[in-house]
T-cell receptor, first 111, second 116 residues
Framework: TQLLEQSPQFLSIQEGENLTVYCNSS?????LQWYRQEPGEGPVLLVT?????EVKKLKRLTFQFGDARKDSSLHITAAQPGDTGLYLC???????????FGRGTSLIVHP | AAGVIQSPRHLIKEKRETATLKCYPI?????VYWYQQGPGQDPQFLIS???????DKGSIPDRFSAQQFSDYHSELNMSSLELGDSALYFC???????????????FGPGTRLTVL
């Protein structure tokens, strides 16, 4: 059983569209990270959220942490082909520094 | 800014052979983590070291071992390789934060291991 459920698993959209990716769990996380990974490369850290209800913006990317710190979302506005990649959420809980990863959302943005 | 360095980037081995993967963390980072990522899978935590001591252990097979050296670089030693060991192996590093603060891991580019 995956501790962190990500949805959708796959997303294929046209350039300029908006999209939202979800990361859900029944566990409470002390912090949650979002990463973007390109094929054959390591995950690149995008953001860390720690406070319930927190919203962080990174250019066209908006990250939200749920009030109960059990879920998070990533919204991309006006997607571009350069946004293509695997988006992974990872959460740490119970005082552990070892995060649990979701299975990821594979995003393809067509020009 | 300096990132995590891993070597080699690609490695091809035969079944039952051994392999050694190396990881050089971001300067001043004191913790190293090893992950295995199979095709279409999320990264699975193997093992971590803090200040050269093993700090956490995940799903690392008994055939694998790892250590962190005095210069903080780490090596993952894999013996009796099996076909199922073919995967991307990532190293991540972090600086353990003060109590109550969150931890951020920065990943290297990975080593792609292929076992034939």
């Amino acid at each position: 059983t995956q501790l962190l459920e990500q949805s959708p698993q796959f997303l294929s959209i046209q350039e300029g569209e908006n999209l939202t990716v979800y990361c859900n769990s029944s566990s409470v996380f002390s912090s949650l990270q979002w990463y973007r990974q390109e094929p054959g490369e390591g995950p690149v850290l995008l953001v860390t959220v720690v406070t319930g209800g927190e919203v962080k913006k990174l250019k066209r990317l908006t990250f939200q942490f749920g009030d109960a710190r059990k879920d998070s979302s990533l919204h991309i506005t006006a997607a571009q082909p350069g946004d293509t990649g695997l988006y992974l959420c990872a959460g740490a809980s119970g005082g552990s520094y070892i995060p649990t990863f979701g299975r990821g959302t594979s995003l393809i943005v067509h020009p | 800014a300096a990132g995590v360095i891993q070597s080699p980037r690609h490695l091809i081995k035969e079944k039952r052979e051994t392999a050694t993967l190396k990881c050089y963390p971001i300067p001043r980072h004191d913790t190293v983590y090893w992950y295995q990522q199979g095709p279409g899978q999320d990264p699975q935590f193997l093992i971590s070291f803090y200040e050269k001591m093993q700090s956490d252990k995940g799903s690392i097979p008994d055939r694998f071992s790892a250590q962190q050296f005095s210069d903080y670089h780490s090596e993952l030693n894999m013996s009796s390789l099996e076909l199922g060991d073919s995967a991307l192996y990532f190293c991540a590093s972090s600086l353990v934060p003060p109590s109550g603060k969150y931890n951020e891991q920065f990943f290297g580019p990975g080593t792609r291991l292929t076992v034939l």
